[in-house]
C-alpha cells in the first residue's frame, strides 16, 4: 500500500537525523581512538593482519578508488544529467551537477587536513609512513559513485532499474573497500571512517538535490 505523502513528509525528519547523526557520532568515535590509540585500535590491527592477502585481484579492486577510475565514471553522469535536464528545460539545470562536483572537490579538503591530525601509520603491507587515516580512496569511491547514483536515479524509470543502479554502487564501493583492507593499504577502521564521513556528505547532497528538484521543468521524468 503506498505511503500518504503526510505520513512520509512526516517521517522524513526522524530518518533524516539518523542518516547525519549516526555516521557522524561513528566518525568521531572512531577518530578519538585512532588518536588516542585506544583499544579500538588495537583491535583494527589484529583483524588486519588475519584479513590481508595481498593478491592481483585486490590490487584491483583497490584500484576502483583511484582517481583515474572513479572521477571519469562521475564525469559521465554529470554530463548525461546536464545534457538531460537542460533538454527538458529545467530550471537551474546545472545546479544538481555543480553540487555533486563540488561535494567531489570537498572530499580532499576534509580527508587531508583529517590524514595530517591523527598521523596513523600504515600496515606492514606498505611502506613505513603516517597519514593514513582515514581513507581517501574509499572516500574518492564513494563520493563518486555516489553522486552518479543519486544524479541518475531520478531519470531511471523503473524500479528494477533503480535497484540495479543502487546495487552496482554498493558493489562497486564495497569493493574498493575490500581490495583497499585486503592488500594492505589501509586499516579496516580507515575504510570504514571513511564510509561514515562519505554517508554524511552523500545524505547532504541528497537532501539538496530534494530541494533544488522542484515539480514542473525542473522535475526529471521518472517517478
Not at 67 to 90: D, H, T
Request: charged share 15%.
Amino acid at each position: 500500500m503506498p505511503i500518504p505523502a503526510n505520513q512520509e513528509r512526516a517521517a522524513l525528519p526522524g530518518c533524516v537525523a539518523v542518516l547525519l547523526a549516526l555516521p557522524a557520532l561513528l566518525f568521531a568515535l572512531i577518530t578519538w581512538q585512532v588518536v588516542a590509540d585506544g583499544p579500538l585500535v588495537r583491535l583494527d590491527e589484529r583483524l588486519s593482519r588475519v584479513l590481508v592477502n595481498p593478491d592481483r585481484c585486490s590490487e584491483l579492486l583497490a584500484d576502483l578508488g583511484n582517481i583515474p577510475v572513479a572521477v571519469p565514471v562521475l564525469a559521465v553522469a554529470l554530463g548525461y544529467v546536464a545534457v538531460r535536464r537542460r533538454r527538458a528545460g529545467a530550471d537551474r539545470w546545472w545546479l544538481p551537477v555543480a553540487a555533486a562536483a563540488l561535494l567531489l572537490a570537498l572530499v580532499p579538503a576534509l580527508v587531508v587536513p583529517l590524514k595530517e591530525l591523527t598521523d596513523r601509520p600504515g600496515t606492514p603491507a606498505v611502506p613505513p609512513g603516517t597519514g593514513y587515516y582515514p581513507s581517501g580512496h574509499t572516500a574518492t569511491a564513494a563520493v563518486a559513485y555516489g553522486c552518479a547514483a543519486l544524479l541518475l536515479l531520478p531519470w531511471l524509470r523503473t524500479a528494477l532499474a533503480r535497484r540495479a543502479l543502487i546495487t552496482l554502487c554498493v558493489a562497486l564501493v564495497l569493493g574498493a573497500s575490500y581490495g583497499l583492507v585486503r592488500r594492505g593499504y589501509h586499516w579496516p577502521l580507515d575504510v570504514v571512517a571513511s564510509w561514515c564521513l562519505c554517508a554524511v556528505l552523500l545524505t547532504s547532497l541528497w537532501l539538496f538535490l530534494r530541494r533544488v528538484t522542484t515539480p514542473g521543468g525542473s522535475q526529471p521524468p521518472g517517478p
